[in-house]
C-alpha cells in the first residue's frame, strides 16, 4: 500500500511539473507567434515593447504620454484572441482608467504605458500577461490577446 502512494505521489508530481512545462513552452510558442506576426504583417510600424506587451503605434499621438500609474485617461478598444491576426472578438467599448488603480491585465497596461493623446494602436501579448489559466467569458484558457486601442483623452493626476 505504501508503494502504491509513493508511485501514485511520484506520479502526480512528474505530471504537475510537465504540465508547467507545457505552460511555459506555450507561452513561448506565442510570444514567437507574436513576434512573427509583427516582423511579417506589421513591420513597416514602429513597435514599443514593454513588460511583456508588443504595441505597435498604427498612427502616432501628440501632447500628453501616459507616464505610469495615477494617469487618468479615456480610450476606445476592441479585444481579440489572438490567432495569427486579429482573430475572434471578445469585447469592445470606451473606458475611463486610473492606471496602477484599476482592475486591468497586465499585458493591456504595459502596452498604454507610453501612448500619447490620440495614439492609435494595437496591443499584443501572450496569455502570461492576460487571462492566463483562467477562461473569461469568451476567452479560452492560455489564449493571447490583441487589442486595438485609441487614446481620447490623457490627465495626468501625479
Do not use: H
Not at 47 to 65: A, C, D, F, H
Not at 75 to 93: C, D, R
Not at 129 to 150: A, D, N, T
Amino acid at each position: 500500500m505504501m508503494k502504491r502512494i509513493c508511485f501514485i505521489l511520484f506520479f502526480a508530481s512528474i505530471l504537475t511539473s510537465c504540465l508547467e512545462s507545457d505552460r511555459a513552452l506555450t507561452v513561448t510558442t506565442q510570444e514567437e507567434a507574436i513576434d512573427k506576426y509583427i516582423t511579417n504583417k506589421l513591420g513597416d510600424y514602429e513597435v514599443v515593447r514593454n513588460g511583456g506587451s508588443n504595441r505597435v503605434i498604427l498612427s502616432p499621438g501628440e501632447g500628453l504620454t501616459i507616464s505610469g500609474a495615477g494617469d487618468s485617461i479615456s480610450f476606445y478598444y476592441e479585444g481579440y484572441v489572438f490567432n495569427s491576426g486579429k482573430g475572434i472578438q471578445f469585447s469592445s467599448g470606451n473606458d475611463f482608467v486610473l492606471i496602477g488603480k484599476t482592475d486591468m491585465i497586465s499585458g493591456l497596461e504595459n502596452g498604454l504605458t507610453g501612448m500619447k493623446n490620440g495614439e492609435e494602436s494595437y496591443i499584443i501579448f501572450s496569455a502570461k500577461y492576460g487571462f492566463y489559466k483562467e477562461q473569461v467569458g469568451m476567452v479560452p484558457p492560455m489564449s493571447p490577446l490583441i487589442y486595438y486601442v485609441k487614446i481620447d483623452n490623457i490627465k495626468e493626476n501625479n
